[in-house]
T-cell receptor, first 111, second 116 residues
């Protein structure tokens, strides 16, 4: 079953603008991971944020986690056409290592 | 990190046939998993590939349809048996490295399967 709900489902912005994607989940987690997928290819790991962390940065990416609201956000600053992709959040299921994925946000960055 | 390769990258198959997908990791990993991504959908976990023992399947997936092997720490196969057009999907393997103390899960490039 899908644990994560992501919004928006689709986002279209101009190059240089910021893009924010949100993810909500239902159960307690140890960590939450964000992935990027280009045109139905494999998933590229972006960031892992642990349940005791509130914010994490990696280059132009900023991820926040609010465990009280069971939600996370991914911010991409100064977007580029190459950022066009689908973005997924995934939460772990207990200590099993299994990931439960959100429905994903499709981002289009127009040059 | 872990670099994961999959073979084949894509295939077109006739209904009723079977296809075996291979997944190779460049380093030792603890956990290996197989996911399915149906057209326009998110990823759904098929099973956990256990080294030297039977895989653990998620609800809705059975061994007869998706037999999985994992003979060692770096290699696994998924077979899609008796295929039908509904099996047309991207199949992805993933793994968690044994070293580094991280839970990061890395994915292979996927196998795009079309069943006619």
């Amino acid at each position: 079953s899908q644990q994560g709900e992501e919004d928006p489902q689709a986002l279209s912005i101009q190059e240089g603008e910021n893009a924010t994607m949100n993810c909500s989940y239902k159960t307690s987690i140890n960590n939450l991971q964000w992935y990027r997928q280009n045109s139905g290819r494999g998933l590229v790991h972006l960031i892992l944020i642990r349940s005791n962390e509130r914010e994490k940065h990696s280059g132009r990416l900023r991820v926040t986690l609010d465990t009280s609201k069971k939600s996370s956000s991914l911010l991409i600053t100064a977007s580029r056409a190459a950022d066009t992709a689908s973005y997924f959040c995934a939460t772990d299921e207990g200590n099993t290592g299994k990931l439960i994925f959100g429905q994903g946000t499709t981002l289009q960055v127009k040059p | 990190s872990a670099v994961i390769s999959q073979k084949p990258s894509r295939d077109i198959c006739q209904r009723g046939t079977s296809l075996t997908i291979q997944c190779q990791v460049d380093s030792q990993v603890t956990m290996m998993f197989w996911y399915r991504q149906q057209p326009g959908q998110s990823l759904t976990l098929i099973a956990t590939a256990n080294q030297g023992s039977e895989a653990t399947y998620e609800s809705g997936f059975v061994i007869d349809k998706f037999p999985i092997s994992r003979p060692n720490l770096t290699f696994s196969t998924l077979t899609v048996s008796n295929m039908s057009p509904e099996d047309s999907s991207i199949y992805l393997c993933s793994a968690t490295p044994a070293s580094g103390g991280t839970d990061t899960q890395y994915f292979g490039p996927g196998t795009r399967l079309t069943v006619l």
